[in-house]
């Protein structure tokens, strides 16, 4: 059924793809509205026998239970949004169809991944995101940057899905089935933690890490900016790297049961968060910004999963999708308006130039800084909340993870729209409707998606994320930790404003050079791409020159040696040969030759003389077969 | 269920098209997919007597058949790259215009 949804590839004209995910959108968005509206958990599962083996038997299907429907929303809308805003950024292109055909392939595999009710389905069509991720991130694989920027993706995340492999084997044998529904009355008879199914949690987790980008793999995602921006917008904001995050919600039955594991996603969620919100403020690459801002916005959801907030996770997700997905397409409008520059340190005063993609990105901004009522502020307090309650320095890393992240938009906001154009020789121009109408019906959904989740629609969206085999999850609201988020956001906002801003008040430089060695560091994204070129690539890159050298000097030597003695020995024996074997030899050859003067007639070199041979041979034998018994 | 006959008969109908086509066709491409259908008439034999015959271990044809699949794999991409060096050398797949094996 759903499974079918985007894969009409091959005939990919962008009208085709555009078509093709608005009619998911069509099937989709009535089935997640009946599933989420009606107050017990309602699923629908569908599913067949899929490999039987011995007394095992795996079943493939799909299962629509919350979750998946609300990603369902998401994944759908989003896509088509941006497929149609791709129509307008692409155009022209020469591999315009290709790139349809990958980004509907990519669509196919995400809703796959979606709807999948097991984890081997589920991670077959994680492959097939990470495949398609891969292409478009070298998209433009002219550019040698962008081909080493999708080998590094496929490499780093590969990691990732060699851990989640583990994992789901250790499963499957722990537990004894990889489907979702199995696996929560699994859990429900096991209540006690035990070793094999904490590290099952764990490796799940590890593919979590590859895939959304937390820390330690998470120097995939700046690079993967290479690729084109509707595909930074679709893939490497909206919907893929939030696959790990749903892995981690569709596995939540395991890690509630499990503290340690638990605890182990909110810390790496926690810590992903706040240093990706220290990288973003010192670089200067429109799209580097985002890139940064996701990865620590994806370490926002995975911190609210660990300290079991699944319902605000998942509703911190859909927002995110929203606001991220609009201030990268209105980042690639900027790019696009802009001659393809993508340095922010040139732009400034674009707000009269595209009034549209500024209002967006505008509201965008405000969403994602927190500022009540636009959709950020709900789910990330809502995050913060349960942090507080959960754990103290946790939420003390969120809530200055939220300043930052106010302080850093704003300054792309200040530093993009205001002011006075930096530099002048670029003419600037405001995108086409196909591209600023996708950005317009986003910036609606940025603003009021997040009504669903807030006590004046009385919580409707966390109720209807309730599955039945989840704990319940309780948190007191709290003005106090409501206040200070606001508070700290506002802070953000204030300073940037302060360094930004039209007549800035703080020098930015001075303030840089102050602070220098910070600085430096949050510039060099805190050098890891620099640790892990000396701590793997370059002792791979050693060891294979080492095992290079040894196969160079000791076998060849061994080889050659061995060689050298072969040919003087053969050397005393060619003579014995030649006169008194070959003489023997000779004689039988004269014979053998004076027969098969006759018998080679047979050899006819050709296939059908001898496959009818053949066949002639086995009727006879047939035959004789058949005249003995019979 | 389907009489074990049927099955029978299907495989060797496809055994002596497989048979027929190997010995007529004079594209090497055209024999090594007529061998591939005499191939899969012996795994239809196999699966059917598996199915079909009581006291016979269940799992042993299926896993049979699936080794005669995986060797046929190989044997396909073997025999296909063979014939893309011949191409490569001669300009042409005819068998009738090659006989390199000749003495």
Request: aromatic share 10%; charged share 10%; net charge positive.
């Amino acid at each position: 059924m759903l499974i079918l949804f985007g894969r009409r590839i091959g005939r990919a004209s962008g009208l085709v793809a555009v078509a093709a995910s608005t009619a998911a959108g069509v099937i989709a968005l009535p089935l997640a509205w009946r599933v989420l509206d009606t107050p017990e958990a309602a699923t629908l599962t569908w599913s067949f026998e899929w490999l039987r083996w011995g007394d095992q038997t795996m079943r493939m299907g799909v299962l629509v239970d919350p979750p998946a429907a609300l990603l369902l929303f998401v994944v759908t809308v989003t896509g088509t949004l941006i497929q149609v805003y791709s129509t307008g950024y692409m155009a022209g292109h020469p591999r315009y169809s290709r790139f349809f055909a990958y980004v509907s392939l990519f669509m196919a595999g995400m809703l796959g991944l979606v709807v999948a009710d097991n984890l081997l389905l589920l991670f077959v069509s994680w492959e097939i995101m990470g495949l398609c991720s891969y292409f478009l991130i070298g998209f433009f694989f002219e550019k040698p940057s962008a081909a080493a920027a999708g080998l590094k993706a496929f490499i780093t995340t590969r990691i990732g899905d060699v851990g989640l492999m583990l994992g789901m084997i250790l499963l499957w044998w722990t537990a004894g089935t990889l489907r979702f529904e199995e696996l929560a009355a699994f859990m429900a008879g096991h209540p006690v933690a035990t070793g094999a199914l904490t590290a099952a949690a764990l490796l799940i987790f590890v593919g979590t890490i590859g895939k959304s980008a937390q820390f330690p793999l998470h120097v995939w995602l700046p690079d993967a900016m290479e690729g084109p921006t509707p595909v930074s917008a679709l893939i490497h904001a909206a919907t893929m790297v939030a696959a790990g995050v749903y892995l981690v919600a569709r596995t939540f039955m395991l890690f509630q049961a499990l503290p340690v594991a638990c605890s182990a996603v909110a810390w790496v969620g926690g810590i992903t968060a706040l240093m990706a919100a220290c990288i973003a403020p010192a670089q200067t690459d429109i799209k580097r910004v985002l890139a940064y801002s996701t990865i620590s916005q994806l370490g926002y959801m995975v911190m609210a999963l660990g300290v079991g907030a699944y319902a605000a996770g998942l509703f911190h997700l859909m927002t995110h999708a929203f606001f991220k997905a609009l201030l990268f397409l209105g980042a690639g409008a900027v790019i696009h308006g802009f001659h393809h520059v993508q340095d922010m340190r040139q732009m400034g005063g674009l707000r009269r130039k595209m009034p549209v993609t500024f209002a967006t990105m505008a509201i965008a901004t405000l969403a994602i800084a927190g500022v009540p009522p636009l959709a950020g502020f709900w789910s990330k307090d809502e995050i913060l909340l349960s942090a507080y309650h959960a754990s103290r320095p946790l939420w003390v890393l969120g809530t200055v993870t939220a300043g930052l992240t106010a302080f850093y938009m704003f300054r792309l906001l200040l530093m993009t729209f205001f002011g006075e154009q930096r530099d002048k020789h670029i003419h600037a121009h405001e995108s086409p409707a196909v591209m600023t109408i996708p950005l317009v019906i986003l910036a609606v959904f940025a603003a009021l998606a997040g009504l669903p989740g807030s006590p004046w629609m009385g919580m409707w969206l966390q109720r209807a994320l309730h599955v039945p085999w989840l704990h319940p999850h309780e948190v007191e609201p709290s003005r106090f930790v409501m206040g200070l988020s606001v508070l700290v956001a506002g802070a953000g906002i204030g300073a940037a404003a302060l360094m930004y801003g039209p007549r800035p008040v703080i020098s930015p430089a001075r303030l840089a050079e102050r602070f220098a060695p910070v600085h430096r560091a949050s510039l060099n994204k805190f050098y890891f791409d620099e640790l892990y070129l000396a701590a793997v690539v370059n002792p791979a890159k050693r060891l294979a020159a080492a095992l290079w050298r040894t196969d160079q000097r000791l076998v060849d030597g061994a080889v050659n040696g061995a060689g050298l003695s072969a040919w003087l020995s053969a050397k005393a024996q060619g003579l014995f040969d030649k006169w008194v074997v070959d003489g023997l030899v000779n004689l039988a050859g004269a014979i053998v030759h004076a027969a098969s003067a006759v018998t080679r007639r047979a050899q006819t070199g050709l296939v059908e003389n001898y496959m009818l041979m053949a066949a002639t041979g086995v009727l006879a034998l047939a035959y004789f077969t058949w005249w003995n018994t019979g | 269920m389907i009489p074990l006959a049927a099955y029978l008969v299907l495989s060797a109908a496809l055994l002596a098209i497989g048979v027929w086509g190997a010995l007529t066709r004079r594209s090497a491409l055209g024999i090594l997919m007529a061998i591939e259908l005499i191939l899969n008439a012996a795994n239809i034999n196999l699966i059917a007597f598996a199915r079909h015959v009581r006291g016979v271990d269940a799992t042993g044809g299926p896993m049979f058949a699936l080794f005669v699949m995986a060797i046929a794999a190989g044997a396909a991409a073997v025999g296909l790259s063979i014939v893309i060096c011949i191409y490569r050398n001669h300009r042409t797949v005819d068998v009738d215009r090659i006989n390199l094996m000749k003495w």
